[in-house]
């Protein structure tokens, strides 16, 4: 069964720290890994990963594919109030559709 | 930066009506999804839509369920009979080709209260 798996469910930071989440999977005709930041409503698109010991890097956030141990995580350095969200991991699975399945989500709390 | 767009952003709907969730999937997108948030559990794959017709449908997407896209913007999403379980979040998403390198992007969702 396809599966995605978040690590931790939650987590409490304050500003300035650095974070890292956990997403591990479990999928047929593995093809790629999202993530996505969810405030209080949409989704929002991160980073795509296709390929593994690449990072890739947006500002202070980074994440990492590593297709042989089947897991990526997501750094955060130098944490903000407003990185306070839901953090989504999602790959496709199946093969007629790039239809994705998530994990739970780490929800990441930033303290000032 | 072009987005998804739904409407409403909340319905409340009394158990049996029919209710209609609209999405404006991003222009130039070509492949449209549907999934749904119960509160405190995981994003889930309703359905996925290409060319017209349904791609693929998860085993939630029963026949209670429709899509259409009515004209050259809008993408819906009926739910028939509502039940209680249907109360939950209900996202749209588009992505601009089926390969896995376009990732798909999400709207706001609409927030549907079956009472």
């Known amino acids: 069964e396809d599966k995605v798996v978040q690590s931790p469910l939650s987590l409490v930071v304050h500003e300035g720290d650095t974070v890292t989440l956990n997403c591990s999977y479990e999928?047929?005709?593995?093809?790629?890994l999202l993530w996505y930041k969810q405030e209080k409503k949409a989704p929002t698109f991160l980073f795509m990963l296709t390929s593994s010991g690449i990072e890739k890097k947006s500002g202070r956030l980074s994440s990492i594919l590593d297709k042989k141990e089947l897991f990526s995580i997501l750094n955060i350095t130098a944490t903000q109030t407003g990185d306070s969200a839901i953090y989504l991991c999602a790959v496709p699975y199946g093969g007629a559709t790039n239809k994705l399945i998530f994990g739970t989500g780490t929800l990441l709390a930033v303290q000032p | 930066e072009p987005e998804v767009t739904q409407t409403p952003s909340h319905q409340v709907t009394q158990m049996g009506q029919e209710v209609i969730l609209r999405c404006v999937p991003i222009?130039?997108?070509?492949?449209f999804y549907w999934y749904r948030q119960i509160l405190g559990q995981k994003v889930e794959f309703l359905v996925s839509?290409?060319?017209?017709?349904?791609?693929?449908k998860s085993e939630i997407f029963d026949d209670q369920f429709s899509v259409e896209r009515p004209d050259g913007s809008n993408f819906t999403l009926k739910i028939r009979s509502t039940k209680l379980e249907d109360s939950a979040m209900y996202f749209c998403?588009?992505?601009?080709?089926?390969?896995?390198?376009?990732?798909?992007?999400f709207g706001d969702g609409t927030r549907l209260s079956i009472l």
């Open positions: 839509f290409y060319n017209n017709e349904i791609s693929e």
């Open positions: 222009s130039n997108h070509l492949y």
């Open positions: 998403a588009s992505s601009e080709f089926f390969y896995s390198n376009q990732p798909q992007h």
């Open positions: 999928v047929t005709n593995f093809r790629s």
